[in-house]
């Protein structure tokens, strides 16, 4: 009698697809292990084994093909990562196949595993402690009574917010929670946004935990991420694994805790490719599917969490004070406009924030410098008509890179030769207007001759070890001025650093976007908090347009409350998150026109379901984006109502759509919770 399998392929399939197992594999084919199948005449895949049966699923199963090969030494995919992954492909709209891709390290599917080669020194598996396992630092009493805050919370609900200000020594009560954890045999899982996993933490964490805690990074090869990946599945695995969020997909056997560190931070989103997935909601979905308790730290929340945390959804634990009595930063505004009307403003750097950076140089203590945009200046401009150069491929006008004497495109990349005149007048005057990072650079050079200045950007960090090198040097104190985007507001901690300078705090505030305002003030609050670490009070110059503006205020002030009180009351008026939820349904093609009748189509199909649910279709802000042009629906749906049957229809509208072959080739993928 034959036995069939159901294979679950890395590719965007409804579903999965059947073969034969052949009587040589009978013995290696299991639940969840991995086999090598033909698709179509040609293409071999690894694929993972779903289902067992043996009844052919129908009338065609003497036609099925064979199962090619099989890793006889067991599963690799446990059950409770593939009820995972179906939930995941439900709630966010793709196919499982499309999970499983981003699920397994690339050695995993691939149909020949390379063999690991001998791992070095210098690509360790394990966290080696320089100085081996460190006990841990007493906690202070406010430390202390988080940490019990937190475990009674625990008591009577699955996820606790950990509602710290910066500097408060969270990673301390991390780690005592950790080892209570370790100490009655369960796993932990901490996730970190990508930009925040440096070596300060993965010392700090290694230096107590050494041996048992394992780290998985993107920028780690792909063998060493499948190596960490078989240890997970082995009899031996790490207890504590410290990753970014796709360390979700990792196998556990005894997950009893995920920590979600910085929750407010966006990168936990993955925007491309599908799954479209939020690493935070899913770290939660994951722990409550295997019986774990949830951490969420910050010291800025971000709206959802914070409403769940005040409706009693989720525990609730505050940390007021900074650990070891440090004071937080006290924050002065510069009113750029004024400056700018009383022509102070001779650099992008204010007057008052010069004399605060050559007082702190002059005592020896560090300063950080935010401009959150890199490049040389935003925009090159011809002096007599004002053309502005556009990217070939997106919507948007290209950034000059000095260094490299290029025009970028920051969407897709691709940069181009700056012209020598204007292509629409022939004026061969071209003015750059705004500054990046870059420009800032040059200026602080300029003004501060003396200081070491470092900066750090997308463009400074391309190369793997830059990021680590750059805040190392900064830590040891050979650099004295730091600029960058916002790569420095990442909960880095620094003892000498007595000034941050923030140059432009409205840039972030002009994005449409109706999230804008609460990205600015977790970026402006985030990077404040650099300021005044050990021993002295820091100084934070904030120079904006608006002063007047509430917002300001509330980060003055450090007044999350306020802040959040006035966020909500708008959310409200304008049915926004987390007052309902979003899905976005992206629709691209290359031709402008099928775009939009596609989504005209697509809406016309979806209205009688969703009336004034549905907006659009409309052009985002960014109308073309690598030579797609794109069209957005934006569906509302009540807090309160299941999605399911909002999935359904939204699916079955898309099968409608696509299956016309006028709209065969156009691109449709849906976007639940976009940020
Ligand atoms: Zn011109
Ligand atoms: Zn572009």
Known sequence: MSRYAEVLLPLALHGTLTYRVPEALAESVCLGGRVTVQVGKKK??????TGLSDTSPSAVGDTLKDILDAEPSGPIVTQAQLDFWHWMAGYYMCTPGEVMKAA??????????????????????????????????????AQQQA????????????????????????TEIYISLIS???????????????????????????????????????????????????????????????????????????LRLVIVDEEHETSYKQQDPAPRYHARDAAIMLARSSGAKVLLGTATPCLETYQHALSGK??????????????????????????????????????????????ALARS???????????????????????????????????YHRQADRLVCHYCGASHPVPKQCPQCGDT????????????????????????????????????????????????GDTDILIGTQMVTKGLDFDRVSVVGILNADQSLSVPDFRAAERTFHMLSQVAGRAGRRGRRGLVVLQTMSPTLPLIAQVVKGDYAAFFGTQMAERRRFAYPPEVRIINIHIKHRDD????????????MLRPHFADGLLGPYKPAVGRVQRLFIRRLTLKVSAALSVNGVRRTLHAAHDRLVGQPAFRSVQIYFDADPL
């Open 44 to 49: 071999l895949y690894a694929g993972i084994v």
């Open 104 to 141: 397994l390290p690339a050695a995993l599917k691939h149909t020949t595993e390379a063999t690991p080669k001998r791992r070095t020194a210098r690509d360790p598996l394990t966290f080696t402690s320089k100085s081996a396992p460190t006990p841990r630092r007493p906690l202070s009493e």
């Open 147 to 170: 940490a019990d805050g937190i475990k009674k919370a625990w008591a009577e609900k699955d996820v606790c917010l950990l509602h710290g200000v910066t500097s408060s020594g969270k």
């Open 180 to 254: 209570d954890v370790l100490a009655q045999g369960g796993q932990v899982l901490y996730l970190l946004p990508e930009i925040a996993l440096t070596t300060q933490i993965t010392d700090r964490l290694g230096s107590v935990f050494g041996q048992q805690m394992g780290v998985y990074h993107s920028r780690f090869t792909d063998t060493r991420r499948a190596a960490l990946y078989r240890k997970q599945i082995s009899d031996t695995p790490y207890t504590l694994v410290l990753g970014v969020r796709s360390a979700l997909f990792l196998p556990f056997h005894n």
């Open 314 to 359: 989720y525990g609730l634990v505050e940390l007021k004070e900074r650990f070891g009595g440090v004071s937080l930063p006290e924050i002065v505004v510069e009113d750029v406009k004024e400056l700018r009307r009383k022509k102070l403003m001779k650099t992008p750097l204010s007057p008052r924030l010069i004399d605060e950076v050559r007082e």
């Open 365 to 399: 203590e560090q300063v950080i410098l935010f401009q959150n945009r890199r490049g040389y200046s935003p925009v090159l401009s011809c002096r007599s008509c004002g053309w502005t150069p556009q990217c070939t491929a997106c919507d948007v006008s290209l950034t």
């Open 429 to 476: 005057e071209l003015r750059d207007i705004g500054y990046g990072t870059e420009r800032i650079e040059e200026t602080v050079h300029t003004l501060f001759p003396t200081a070491r200045i470092a900066r750090m950007d997308l463009d400074t960090t391309r190369a793997a070890s830059a990021y680590t090198d750059i805040l190392n040097a900064f830590g040891r």
């Open 593 to 604: 026109r099928l775009a939009e009748e596609a989504a005209r189509t697509l809406a016309a």
